[in-house]
T-cell receptor
Framework: NAGVTQTPKFQVLKTGQSMTLQCAQD?????MSWYRQDPGMGLRLIHY???????DQGEVPNGYNVSRSTTEDFPLRLLSAAPSQTSVYFC???????????FGPGTRLTVT | AQTVTQSQPEMSVQEAETVTLSCTYD???????LFWYKQPPSRQMILVIR??????QNATENRFSVNFQKAAKSFSLKISDSQLGDTAMYFC??????????FGAGTRLTVKP
């Protein structure tokens, strides 16, 4: 049981490049979410999903896309990276109605 | 929109003593969930304690307890018998029934030997 895994751990992008941050969980959790954490701030919700085929926007969705084709995977796509997207990204999952989220180890993304 | 405010950017406490971290939030919802998360230097987010708004009884987990004041929209965390391993960032968080989660800016707690 690996819990929530995220790849890569670190990534450097140039402005305008695209990439996908991967998130997977093996706990059969319905709820998955993406957050970003900037210095001096708490985590901010980007997108979330309450099940396969269902996604919704959080507090800061602009510049990011998500899809949820399986229960296990919830990738986050940056279509055209900007320096403002330099941050640490966390993926989390939880059973519906439990509200206890399990977080991945995070991905540190730098956009130059 | 919901907001979460942690008014103490940094705090310190002597080992074995008690410390209380403050958190207030703003919402028009009646049913929601509140959380305290710990983030040590490893960056891993760890759930410390959670509270359902419909429960009047304050949640307790070993040395950690909360003082939940629904009318005042206050949710403070008390850490008793502080240990060196409690040194971390602590985040207060709010989740509404639509699964929209908001975090405070955090309190950096240092436990001194």
């Amino acid at each position: 049981n690996a819990g929530v895994t995220q790849t890569p751990k670190f990534q450097v992008l140039k402005t305008g490049q695209s990439m996908t941050l991967q998130c997977a969980q093996d706990m059969n959790h319905e709820y998955m979410s993406w957050y970003r954490q900037d210095p001096g701030m708490g985590l901010r919700l980007i997108h979330y999903s309450v099940g396969a085929g269902i996604t919704d926007q959080g507090e800061v969705p602009n510049g990011y896309n998500v899809s949820r084709s399986t229960t296990e995977d919830f990738p986050l796509r940056l279509l055209s990276a900007a320096p403002s997207q330099t941050s640490v990204y966390f993926c989390a999952s939880s059973p519906i109605l439990s509200y206890e989220q399990y977080f991945g180890p995070g991905t540190r993304l730098t956009v130059t | 929109a919901q907001t979460v405010t942690q008014s103490q950017p940094e705090m310190s406490v002597q080992e074995a003593e008690t410390v209380t971290l403050s958190c207030t939030y703003d919402t028009s919802e009646n049913n929601y969930y509140l959380f305290w998360y710990k983030q040590p230097p490893s960056r891993q987010m760890i759930l410390v304690i959670r509270q359902e708004a419909y429960k009047q009884q304050n949640a307790t987990e070993n040395r950690f307890s909360v003082n939940f004041q629904k009318a005042a929209k206050s949710f403070s965390l008390k850490i008793s018998d502080s240990q060196l391993g409690d040194t971390a960032m602590y985040f207060c968080a709010f989740m509404n029934p639509n699964n929209d989660m908001r975090f405070g800016a955090g309190t950096r707690l240092t436990v001194k030997p």
